[in-house]
C-alpha cells in the first residue's frame, strides 16, 4: 500500500497496476481482495440460501443415522448402574472358574439399593436379557430382595435371593458387558456371540440375520428385475405414443400411488391365496386340479409379485422420462443404414435408454431392501426381509441397540452394492430424465 | 393386538343414563382437585376403543368436562413410549397396553408404579381393589381391564360330524386336514406344543425352561409346519376361515365372537387350553403433578367394579375384577347374553391356560429368536 | 481422395419415380396431394419449400419410415412400398446428424458395415477413407459429444456414405450450423456428390442452399409441386407468383390484363398506369396478375429507353458498399426495391427525388394474382 499513496487516484485508474506490480481496482484496493469480497457476499448469500435445507438435511438425516450409528454400540447402561461392581470386576478374572469375591456382592447390593431406588434396576435386567435370557427376572427378584438386605457377607444372600447369582455365567456376561461401548449388537446381528472362548457362531438353531440378510438382498434384486422386466416395455409403449394418449395411460400407472398400500396388499391376498380367484380361475379352466392348487401367497413368490406391482411405478417413471429424450431419428438413422427393429432397439435405442434404467433399477432396490409391510402381510414365513426384524426390535423387543445394528450393517451393504453398481456402470450413468 | 368388532361400533347412547347418573355421584365424592383439563388416551381404536368411549369415557366426561382425545397407538405404544421418553416430552396420559407390554414398560421404567390402596376403587362390598384384581396385576405399573384369550375356530363345514374339542386337534392333520392358522410368535404355540407332548398342565414352563424341552416343543410343531399358515394381524384368521383357506385357527375370542353372532359365519369355537390374556391401563412415568392427577382420578374411575361390568355390554371380554363378573349383563345391541360368550365363563373355562407373563419376560428374546430360526428353516 | 474412394466404391446413382403418391395422415387432409416426381441417376435434387409443405414428408416415404396413402415408389425401376426400411439400402443424413451418443465416430460409420456383415479389415479399410474424405481422420475414436457441430455434420455424410449407397436423403442436414459453415459444408456436399456419382435427394427451406448445390430444385407448397426446374430457369423464369416470390428478392406489381398476344401483354396496374410484361400464366384479357420484376433488374433513369418507363419517389436509400438499395413508391407500392450498382460517374440522387425508372417487358413477369 504504501508504494501507491503517492499515486492519485487518476493515476492509478489510467494505469490499473501499481508500481509494486498488484494489480488494482478503481479505488485501489488490490483486485485480487475485491474479488474475493465481491466473491465472499456471493457465497454468504447462497449459502444464507441453502441453509434451511442443509438444517433439514442434518436434523432428519444426519443426525439419526448418526444417533443408529451409536446407539449400535453403546451400552453405557451396566456402567451407569452398577459403578462399583464394574470397578470390582477389574480385578476378576472370568478365566478363574470362581466367582467374584464377596467385596464384589457387596458393591453389587450398595449399587443395586441406588438402582431400586431410581427405579432403574430393571431396566438393565432388560438390557442383559437381550444377551442372555433370565437376566430381566434376575434384577426383578433381586431388586425386591436387597431392599431387606441389611448387612453382610451378602454373596450368600444374593444367591439365596436368586440362584443365577452363584451361576459363573451370570458373572461372565456381566464382566464382558460392563464396557461403555459393545460389539454386542452387531455380533448378535451377524449371528454371533461373545463367549469365553471369544467371538463365536451361534447355535445353529438361534441363527436368523444373516439368512435374513441374503435374502433380503436377493430378494430385492429379483424384485427389481421384475420391475425392469414389466415397467420396461411400459415405459417404451408411454414414450412412443403421442402425449394426450400417454399421459392417460400415466394416470393408471400412477394409480396404485393412490391406493393404500394395506388395501393393495390385500387386494393380493384375495387374488393370490389358495381358495383365491386366480386358483379358481385356473381350476376352473382346468390347468390346476383342486386338490394341488398352487402356493402363490404367504412365500417368496407372493411377496416378490406383490412388491413387484407396489414398486413398479418407480421403475416406469425414470425409464420414461428419459426414453422421451431419446430422439425417434436415432432408430431411423440406424434402420437407414440396414438394421432390422431388433438391431436398431438393442444396438441403438437400448443403451441410449440404459441411464433410465440404472435410476429405476436403485430407486426400486433401495425402496425394496427396506420394506416391511407387504412382506410381513404376504411372505408368510420364507418371504420376510430383514425390515421386518428391524421394526420387530424397534417396536416389540425394545431391543434398539440390535435394531441399529441390523440397520447400520443394511446401510453399508446398500453403499457397498452402490460402490459395485458405480464400478460397473458407473454413477454418472444414472439420469432422472 | 387389536379388539375390534364391527357389530358394536356404535352403541346406543341412551342406555347409558343410568350409569352416567351413578358415574356423577361417585365423581361428586371425589372431585379432582389442581387436575389438568385435558387427557390424552392411548388405545386400539376399533370396536374396543368404541367399548371404553361407551362405558367409561362418556361418563367421565360429562361428569368432570375434562378435554379427552386419543390416540390409536397401542400396538406401537412401547416403542413410542420409549422414544417419547428419551425425547423427554411424553404427550400421553393413560395408554392402554396388553399385560407383556406393561412387564417391558415397567422394567424399562417408562410406566409409573401405582398403589392399588389409594389409586385402585374398591369393589362395593369393600373388598380391597388389591384382593378383587387378584393375581391379574401382573406388576405394579399395570391396572388389569379385561381377560381375553386367544383360542380356536374351525370351520363347521369342514370337520364333519367330528369338530375338534380339544387343543391338540390341532396337531392331527389326519383328522384334520388342511391349514390351520397360529399366530407367528413363540407365545401359546410354544405351550400348546409342550402340553400336546404330553407334559401336565403345571409343568409347561419347567419343561420349557430347558434346552431339551424347547426342542421337543418345536418338534412337535414341525409336524404341522407345512400346513401352518401364520398371522400377525387379529383380523386375518376369521377372514381366512371365512375365505376356507384354513380349516381352523387361533385367534382372539372376541374376534371370533363376532365372526360367528354377527357375521353369522360356519365357524364353530373350541375353548379348550384357551389362553388367557389381559389387557389394562399404564400411565406413563414422569408425567407431571398435575397430569399424573388427572391420569390416576380417571382411572381409579374406569377400572371400578361397575365401570369394568358395563365394559362388556360391547366387547365379549371379561371384566378383569372379580367383583365385575356378576354385573355383565346383555349385549348392549343384539339384546344376548354375553355371559356365555366370556372367555371367563365357567362353561368356557374348564381347561384354561395361564399364560406366565414373568416368564416370558425372561424368555422371550431368546426364544424368540430360536422361533423365527426355526420359521427360517 | 474423393477419387480414390470413386474408385474403389462401385457407386452409381440410382434412379427414382414417384407415381401419383398421396400422403394422408389422419384421413382428413392429404399433406402430398398426387405427387409425380422423376428423379435421374446421379442427380442432385432439392425438394425447397416453407415448412408444412410436405417436402419432408416425401422423404420420409422415399426412406421408407412413412408409408404412402396412395400411389407408388419406385427404386431404380423396382416398386419399393413394401420394402422396409432396412432393406432400401439408403444412406440417409438427418437434421439433427442423429450420430449415436453411446458410440465413438468410428463405430458410428462401423454400424451399417457391421449390419451387413463386412468383415473387420475390409470395414476398417472403408471406414478410414470415409472419414479421410470429410477430413475428419484423427477423430475416429472420438464420441459426437466432443466434436463440432461441423464436424458432427460430415461425421453424418460420412455415416451416410460409407456403405455405398445408390441414393442418399439429407433432411435439412445444415439448419444448425452457422451461415458461414454452413456456406463452406454447401460447398463440401456439392464436391462429394459430384466426386461420387450418387444420387442425393435434398430436403431445405433455404432457398441459396437450392440454388447453390443443386441440379433440379423442386419447389413445394401445400403438398404440391409447384415448379420443377434447374436453379437458374427457376430464378429468372418462374412459373408462378408463389415461386417468384420464395426464390430470390421480388417486386409484385398488382393489375389486370388489358391486352395479350403471344410473347408481351399489357397490364394496368391499379394505379391506372400501364406497363408491358411477359404474359407467363395470363390467358385473357380481364385476367388479376401480379407483375413480378427482379430489383437488379431494373434501371434508374435508363441511359436508353426500355419498353418500360415510370415515375418513382424515392423513400430511403440504403449503402450497401457494391450496390445501393433503393427504396421507391412506384405505381402506389412503396416497397418497390431497385438495386442501383455503385458507379462512379452515376448522377447522385437522394431521397425524396423523384426519378425515372424503367425495365424491359421481358424481365416483368405476368404471373397468377399473388396470394
New interface residues.
Given amino acids: 500500500m504504501s508504494s501507491s499513496e503517492t499515486l492519485s487516484v487518476e493515476e492509478q485508474l489510467a494505469a490499473g497496476q501499481s508500481d509494486d506490480g498488484i494489480v488494482r481496482a478503481a479505488d485501489g484496493t488490490p483486485l485480487k481482495a475485491r474479488l474475493a469480497k465481491a466473491l465472499r457476499r456471493e457465497k454468504l448469500r447462497s449459502f444464507l440460501m441453502i441453509s434451511p435445507l442443509l438444517l433439514f438435511i442434518v436434523f432428519s438425516f444426519l443426525l439419526p443415522i448418526g444417533d443408529m450409528l451409536f446407539r449400535s454400540v453403546e451400552n453405557q447402561i451396566v456402567q451407569n448402574t452398577l459403578p462399583t461392581v464394574v470397578e470390582e470386576l477389574e480385578r476378576w478374572d472370568p478365566a478363574s472358574g470362581e466367582l467374584p469375591d464377596e467385596e464384589t456382592f457387596a458393591a453389587l447390593a450398595k449399587d443395586l439399593k441406588v438402582a431400586v431406588e431410581e427405579?432403574?434396576h430393571?431396566?438393565l435386567?432388560?438390557r442383559l436379557?437381550?444377551e442372555?435370557?433370565?437376566?430381566?427376572?434376575l434384577f426383578?427378584t433381586t431388586g425386591r430382595a436387597v431392599k431387606k438386605m441389611e448387612s453382610g457377607p451378602y454373596k450368600a444372600q444374593f444367591i439365596e435371593a436368586d440362584k443365577d447369582w452363584g451361576e459363573l455365567r451370570t458373572w461372565v456376561i456381566l464382566d464382558s458387558f460392563k464396557a461403555p461401548y459393545t460389539s454386542g449388537y452387531f455380533l448378535s446381528a451377524v449371528d454371533a456371540e461373545n463367549t469365553a472362548e471369544g467371538v463365536q457362531m451361534k447355535p445353529?438353531?438361534?441363527?436368523?440375520y444373516l439368512?435374513?440378510f441374503m435374502r433380503t438382498l436377493w430378494m430385492s434384486l429379483a424384485i427389481t428385475f421384475m420391475c425392469l422386466l414389466l415397467g420396461y416395455p411400459v415405459a417404451y409403449l408411454l414414450a412412443q405414443l403421442p402425449a394426450r394418449t400417454s399421459n392417460l395411460l400415466m394416470i393408471l400407472v400412477l394409480l396404485p400411488f393412490w391406493t393404500s398400500l394395506l388395501v393393495r396388499t390385500s387386494a393380493w391376498k384375495v387374488l393370490l391365496?389358495?381358495?383365491?380367484v386366480i386358483n379358481d380361475i385356473l381350476v376352473w379352466i382346468g390347468i390346476v386340479d383342486d386338490a394341488s392348487r398352487l402356493v402363490l401367497i404367504?412365500n417368496q413368490l407372493g411377496t416378490i409379485i406383490a412388491m413387484t406391482h407396489i414398486l413398479l411405478p418407480f421403475m416406469i417413471l425414470p425409464l420414461y422420462s428419459v426414453m422421451k429424450t431419446i430422439?425417434p431419428?436415432?432408430v431411423?438413422?440406424?434402420?437407414?443404414?440396414?438394421?432390422?427393429?431388433w438391431?436398431?432397439f438393442w444396438?441403438?435405442y437400448f443403451?441410449?435408454s440404459v441411464p433410465g434404467i440404472g435410476a429405476g433399477a436403485i430407486l426400486v432396490f433401495i425402496l425394496a431392501i427396506g420394506y416391511y409391510i407387504t412382506p410381513?402381510?404376504v411372505g408368510?414365513?420364507?418371504g420376510i426381509f430383514i425390515s421386518n426384524?428391524i421394526a420387530?426390535h424397534?417396536?416389540?423387543?425394545?431391543?434398539?441397540g440390535l435394531a441399529a445394528a441390523l440397520g447400520a450393517i443394511l446401510l453399508v451393504l446398500v453403499l457397498l452394492l452402490f460402490y459395485i453398481y458405480d464400478k460397473i456402470v458407473g454413477i454418472d450413468n444414472v439420469k432422472l430424465g | 393386538m387389536k379388539h375390534k368388532s364391527l357389530l358394536l361400533a356404535a352403541a346406543a347412547s341412551t342406555a347409558l343414563f343410568s350409569s352416567t347418573a351413578i358415574a356423577q355421584e361417585n365423581l361428586a365424592e371425589a372431585p379432582c382437585e389442581g387436575c389438568a383439563e385435558e387427557m390424552t388416551l392411548v388405545s386400539w381404536g376399533g370396536a374396543y376403543q368404541q367399548s371404553q368411549l361407551k362405558a367409561y369415557v362418556e361418563p367421565y366426561v360429562a361428569a368432570t368436562g375434562v378435554k379427552v382425545s386419543f390416540d390409536e397407538s397401542s400396538a406401537e405404544a412401547t416403542a413410542k413410549l420409549r422414544a417419547m421418553n428419551e425425547a423427554g416430552n411424553v404427550t400421553w396420559d393413560v395408554v392402554d397396553v396388553v399385560a407383556s407390554d406393561a412387564i417391558r414398560l415397567c422394567d424399562e421404567g417408562l410406566a409409573a408404579e401405582l398403589d392399588p390402596a389409594t389409586d385402585l376403587a374398591e369393589a362395593p362390598d369393600g373388598t380391597s381393589a388389591e384382593d378383587d384384581f387378584g393375581n391379574l396385576r401382573v406388576n405394579e405399573c399395570f391396572i388389569p381391564q379385561i381377560v381375553y384369550s386367544t383360542t380356536i375356530g374351525y370351520r363347521t363345514d369342514m370337520v364333519g360330524d367330528n369338530p375338534p374339542t380339544e387343543i391338540c386337534d390341532i396337531f392331527d392333520t389326519e383328522a384334520y386336514p388342511g391349514k390351520r392358522a397360529l399366530q407367528k410368535r413363540p407365545i401359546d404355540n410354544l405351550e400348546w406344543a409342550t402340553y400336546c407332548n404330553g407334559t401336565p398342565k403345571e409343568e409347561i414352563y419347567e419343561v420349557l425352561s430347558t434346552d431339551e424341552g424347547v426342542q421337543a416343543a418345536f418338534d412337535k410343531l414341525s409336524t404341522i409346519k407345512d400346513d401352518v399358515v401364520w398371522w400377525t394381524a387379529g383380523a386375518e384368521t376369521p377372514q381366512l376361515l371365512a375365505d376356507g383357506e384354513v380349516v381352523m385357527g387361533s385367534t382372539f375370542n372376541g374376534r371370533l365372537f363376532s365372526a360367528i353372532v354377527e357375521q353369522d359365519q360356519p365357524i364353530g369355537m373350541m375353548w379348550d387350553m384357551q389362553s388367557f390374556d389381559l389387557d389394562g391401563w399404564i400411565i406413563p412415568a414422569g408425567l407431571e403433578e398435575s397430569r399424573m392427577k388427572r391420569a390416576k382420578h380417571f382411572l381409579k374411575f374406569a377400572t371400578d367394579t361397575q365401570r369394568l361390568a358395563d365394559q362388556a355390554k360391547y366387547i365379549s371380554y371379561g371384566p378383569a375384577r372379580k367383583s365385575s363378573a356378576p354385573l355383565v349383563g346383555k349385549h348392549e345391541e343384539l339384546g344376548i347374553d354375553m355371559a356365555p360368550h366370556m372367555p371367563t365363563d365357567p362353561a368356557n373355562a374348564g381347561n384354561v391356560h395361564n399364560y406366565d407373563y414373568t416368564w416370558w419376560a425372561d424368555n422371550r428374546d431368546d426364544l424368540d429368536a430360536k422361533f423365527q430360526a426355526w420359521l427360517a428353516q | 481422395m474423393l477419387r480414390e474412394w470413386r474408385r474403389m466404391s462401385n457407386t452409381r446413382g440410382a434412379s427414382v419415380v414417384f407415381d401419383g403418391v398421396q400422403k394422408s395422415y389422419d384421413g382428413e387432409n392429404l399433406v402430398v396431394k398426387n405427387l409425380n416426381l422423376d428423379i435421374a441417376q446421379g442427380e442432385f435434387l432439392t425438394m425447397l419449400g416453407p415448412s408444412g409443405s410436405g417436402k419432408t414428408t416425401c422423404l420420409m416415404m422415399l426412406a421408407g419410415f412413412e408409408p404412402a396413402t396412395h400411389g407408388e415408389i419406385y427404386l431404380n425401376g423396382n416398386p419399393i412400398n413394401n420394402v422396409p426400411p432396412h432393406k432400401r439400402g439408403i444412406g440417409m443424413v438427418f437434421q439433427n446428424y442423429a450420430l449415436f451418443p453411446h458410440m465413438s465416430v468410428a463405430e458410428n460409420l462401423a454400424f451399417p458395415l457391421k449390419v451387413r456383415g463386412m468383415g473387420k479389415s475390409e470395414s476398417e479399410d472403408r471406414i478410414k477413407r470415409a472419414l479421410e474424405m470429410v477430413e475428419l481422420g484423427e477423430f475416429g475414436s472420438r464420441r459426437p459429444a466432443q466434436l463440432s457441430g461441423g464436424q458432427q455434420q460430415r461425421v453424418a455424410v460420412a455415416r451416410a456414405l460409407v456403405f455405398d449407397p445408390e441414393l442418399v436423403l439429407m433432411d435439412e442436414p445444415l439448419g444448425a450450423l452457422d451461415k458461414q459453415l454452413r456456406e463452406q459444408m454447401q460447398y463440401e456436399i456439392k464436391h462429394i456428390h459430384d466426386n461420387l456419382g450418387v444420387t442425393v435427394v435434398y430436403v431445405t427451406h433455404d432457398q441459396t442452399e437450392a440454388l447453390t448445390m443443386s441440379d433440379r430444385v423442386a419447389v413445394f407448397n401445400d403438398g404440391i409441386i409447384q415448379q420443377l426446374s434447374p436453379p437458374d430457369v427457376l430464378y429468372e423464369s418462374p412459373d408462378n407468383s408463389f415461386v417468384a416470390q420464395f426464390i430470390g428478392e421480388n417486386n409484385k406489381l398488382a393489375g389486370s390484363v388489358v391486352e395479350i398476344n403471344k410473347d408481351i401483354c399489357t397490364v394496368k396496374l391499379d394505379d391506372g398506369t400501364l406497363v408491358k410484361a411477359d404474359p407467363v400464366n395470363v390467358h385473357n384479357v380481364g385476367d388479376r396478375t401480379s407483375v413480378s420484376l427482379r430489383p437488379e433488374r431494373i434501371e434508374v433513369a435508363p441511359d436508353n429507353s426500355p419498353n418500360n418507363l415510370v415515375d418513382g419517389k424515392i423513400e430511403e436509400m440504403i449503402y450497401l458498399g457494391d450496390h445501393i438499395r433503393v427504396r421507391m413508391n412506384v405505381a402506389g407500392n412503396n416497397e418497390f426495391i431497385v438495386k442501383v450498382r455503385n458507379r462512379r460517374d452515376k448522377r447522385p440522387i437522394s431521397a425524396g427525388d423523384v426519378v425515372k425508372v424503367g425495365w424491359d417487358a421481358a424481365d416483368a413477369k405476368a404471373l397468377d394474382e399473388a396470394v
Fill in positions: 427405579r432403574i430393571t431396566r435386567g432388560s436379557n437381550y442372555e435370557s433370565g437376566f430381566s427376572g426383578r445353529e438353531n438361534e441363527r436368523i439368512q435374513l391365496q389358495g381358495q383365491g404367504n430422439s431419428s436415432y431411423r438413422a440406424a434402420k437407414s443404414m440396414g438394421a432390422n427393429d438391431t436398431a444396438k441403438v443403451p441410449q410381513a402381510l408368510g414365513t420364507s426384524r420387530f424397534i417396536s416389540t423387543s425394545l431391543n434398539w
